[in-house]
């Protein structure tokens, strides 16, 4: 990053608030979230899902959609009125 070790010093001691450009930049070199890197934890499993669906190249998304369309008509793991509403339009 070009970026001398004194001003990440500065950094770590509080001295001089972070550049978002350069907070943007370490959280691509360290492939996390910005949320991750401040400290923010991901509220909701959605959230989380999405996270690792990203982590996907396209072929490993295209077996996620097709694994997460099997589990929709499994009704152990849907809701009871969506997958009765689901069926009803198949029928």
Same mark, same amino acid.
């Given at each position: 990053? #070009?970026?001398?070790?004194? $001003?990440?010093?500065?950094?770590?001691? /509080?001295?001089?608030?972070?550049?978002?450009?350069?907070?943007?930049?370490?959280?691509?070199?360290?492939?996390?979230?910005?949320? *991750? &890197?401040?400290?923010?934890?991901?509220? $909701?499993?959605?959230?989380?899902?999405?996270?690792?669906?990203?982590?996907? #190249? =396209?072929? /490993?998304?295209?077996?996620?959609?097709?694994? &997460?369309?099997?589990? $929709?008509?499994?009704?152990?793991? $849907? *809701? =009871?009125?969506?997958?009765? =509403?689901? *069926?009803? %339009?198949? %029928?």
């Amino acid at each position: 990053m #070009n970026i001398p070790n004194s $001003t990440f010093s500065e950094w770590e001691n /509080g001295k001089h608030a972070i550049d978002i450009a350069a907070l943007i930049e370490i959280c691509d070199i360290l492939e996390v979230s910005l949320n *991750q &890197i401040i400290g923010i934890e991901e509220k $909701t499993i959605e959230n989380k899902i999405k996270k690792e669906f990203n982590k996907l #190249n =396209k072929k /490993g998304k295209t077996e996620a959609e097709k694994r &997460i369309k099997e589990l $929709t008509y499994i009704p152990e793991y $849907t *809701q =009871k009125e969506d997958f009765l =509403k689901e *069926q009803d %339009s198949i %029928s």
